[in-house]
């Protein structure tokens, strides 16, 4: 059963590229839960992508945005509350790209262009949003905004590369504008460290399957799903969790504070 628990409420949600994507499950929930809002990506994300099937289903507007602009952004929030007719209540910040990662840079010869690039990208953009979004005074009292992260930003996983850098971060952002954010403007900013996932943007990390199946092993509950991740980030966005902020929320089947599971333990005896 589906509650409107966001009837009445407005947001932008970035990074839709196709139906495995987190933005793109979190899009069908809030809409399902009766939020209103408006989809946005890079123009070159945008034509890797199916955006457009998801405006159609959601009854929503597509506005490309480069999130690494600040002109891009300015526009994008000043379209999207007109277009919604009014402030915002809720904004889903969901962009990650690693260069080094999509052209096989091993973590100890990086490529350092490509590292600011993903950098950018990834972790300065969440900054620049957050700083557009408080200068024009787009967010309503006791709005909600969300970024995605990973465990990487606390744990060491090899293959994630530049990318756990970067996360770390967009978490650190959270923590330091979400602070701003709510003593000036009650608005609530977290980060969910969501389960392994396989997205498309995620099939290029090396290794994803080790370490789907390394996280299900250890997980007491089992991975997380990008549609759980979906609904979890429409509690967020609710009136339910408005005294919610400054956190990274581990979304995880439990795998953040599990050391050893019997599963392992049996595969190593």
């Known amino acids: 059963m589906t509650y409107k628990i966001l009837e009445g409420k407005r947001g932008i949600i970035f990074g839709a ?16 839960a009766g939020g209103n809002f408006v989809l946005t990506n890079a123009p070159v994300a945008m034509r890797m992508g199916t955006i457009s099937e998801l405006s159609k289903k959601t009854g929503s507007d597509v506005i ?39 052209k096989g840079k091993h973590y100890t010869d990086l490529n350092y262009d490509w590292m600011t690039k993903g950098w950018d990208v990834s972790a ?15 967010m309503n009292s006791w709005g909600s905004i969300v970024a995605l992260s990973y465990i ?15 996360k770390a971060y967009l978490e650190s952002i959270a923590r330091s504008f979400g602070y701003f954010f709510g003593k000036n403007k009650k608005v609530r900013v977290n980060t969910i460290s969501q389960s392994p996932t ?37 509690s ?7 005294k919610v902020t400054l956190q990274n929320l581990y979304h995880d089947g439990g795998f953040s504070n599990v050391g050893v599971s019997q599963e392992i333990i049996d595969t190593l005896n």
């Open 152 to 166: 990487a930003a606390q744990r060491t996983f090899p293959n994630y590369n530049d990318m756990a850098d970067n």
């Open 198 to 234: 396989l997205t498309t943007a995620g099939k290029g990390v090396s290794g994803l399957d080790g370490f789907l199946k390394y996280a299900e092993k250890i997980s007491p509950l089992g991975n997380a799903t990008a549609k759980e991740c979906a609904d979890y980030t429409v």
């Open 64 to 102: 490309p945005a480069d999130a690494t602009k600040i002109e891009d952004l300015e526009s994008l929030i000043k379209q999207s509350t007109e277009k919604l007719g009014g402030k915002l209540d809720f904004i889903l910040h969901s962009i990650g790209m690693s260069v080094n990662v999509r």
């Open 124 to 138: 300065v953009s969440f900054h620049k949003l957050m700083q557009c979004l408080f200068k024009t005074d787009a």
């Open 236 to 242: 967020l966005f609710s009136d339910y969790t408005r």
């Open 17 to 32: 590229l196709d139906e495995h994507s987190i933005a793109w499950k979190t899009a069908e929930s809030v809409s399902d």
